[in-house]
């Protein structure tokens, strides 16, 4: 069922934040609300940037998800 399952999307931090552990303790606090729901599994879209974050914490890396934009006229 898919109410078994948690999808993350997105967490960002500011350039002159970043290396300071803020990442990580956001997908910390993500983990204990999903341990407190028993969720099994997660899934998470990242970035280049969170990437190697998230496989040394143990996120196995399953597909690449390709985005476009496309410009609002004015």
Excluded: Q
């Excluded at 990242?46 to 410009?71: H, M, Q, R």
């Amino acid at each position: 069922e898919m109410n078994e399952y948690a999808l993350m999307l997105g967490a960002a931090i500011i350039p002159k934040l970043r290396r300071k552990g803020l990442y990580r303790a956001l997908i910390d606090a993500r983990f204990k609300v999903l341990k407190k729901k028993k969720l099994p599994a997660v899934f998470h879209c990242v970035s280049n940037t969170s990437a190697p974050i998230l496989l040394k914490l143990g996120f196995e890396k399953l597909c690449e998800i390709k985005s476009y934009e496309i410009p609002v006229p004015s």
